[in-house]
């Protein structure tokens, strides 16, 4: 079973729309989170990282952590066709002298323009 | 910044041949990831270097595949004897030291196993 699990596989939003992922863990040992976004060809870039509960707003962007149900969600606002690709969620332990990140298996979001 | 540089980006061998995949981490960095892509699985990471010391390989598949990190500069990940399976795309991402630096990715070398 993934440790990090996201939903839903895909998601198709019209432009200007908006586009919700969630992310949930199965380990209270994840307490650092990221959201990488993955164009084809190129390695996952990350968008922004979220370690406290609340809100965190970047741009277009907003993530969501709830560190008691071990859930993390990532909102575009206004999406743009340069938004579809595949969208990560990125765990890491506290507790962890490695600092590997454990990633979900991801979220494809399509922008209909 | 030229961030993380992967060579080559696309790689050919035949089945039993042995393959090199080189990564050049950002200037600064003392952390050093490599992960592996399909879309089966995901992103599956395989190990870690810090300070040029091998700190966990815990997702390296113990035989057939090992890593280095002779310089700051650079690390390999060579893969003997290679199947079809391990046709992928592999991933070199570096970091800051500390739990709360993000990683930088590369843009990973395709291998393909024929």
């Known amino acids: 079973q993934q440790k990090v699990q996201q939903s839903p596989e895909s998601l198709s939003v019209p432009e200007g729309g908006m586009a919700s992922l969630n992310c949930t863990s199965s380990d209270r040992n994840f307490q650092y989170f990221w959201w990488y976004r993955q164009h084809s060809g190129e390695g996952p870039k990350a968008l922004m990282s979220i370690f406290s509960d609340g809100d965190k707003k970047e741009g277009r962007f907003t993530a969501h952590l709830n560190k008691a149900s071990l859930h993390v969600s990532l909102h575009i606002r206004d999406s743009q066709p340069s938004d579809s690709a595949l969208y990560f969620c990125?765990?890491?332990?506290?507790?962890?002298?490695?600092?590997?990140?454990?990633f979900g298996i991801g979220t494809r979001v399509l922008v209909r323009p | 910044n030229a961030g993380v540089i992967q060579t080559p980006r696309h790689k050919v061998t035949g089945k039993g041949q042995e393959a090199t995949l080189w990564c050049e981490p950002i200037s600064g960095h003392s952390a050093v990831f490599w992960y592996r892509q399909t879309i089966v699985q995901g992103l599956e990471f395989l190990t870690y270097?810090?300070?040029?010391?091998?700190?966990?390989d815990s997702g390296m598949p113990k035989e057939r595949f090992s890593a280095q990190m002779p310089n700051q500069s650079h690390s390999t990940l060579k893969i003997q004897s290679t199947q079809p399976q391990d046709s992928a795309v592999y991933l070199c991402?570096?970091?800051?030291?500390?739990?709360?630096?993000?990683?930088?990715f590369g843009a990973g070398t395709r291998l393909s196993v024929l």
């Open positions: 990125a765990a890491r332990m506290t507790n962890s002298a490695g600092n590997k990140l454990t």
């Open positions: 991402a570096s970091s800051a030291l500390g739990g709360q630096n993000t990683l930088y």
């Open positions: 270097f810090r300070n040029q010391a091998p700190i966990d």
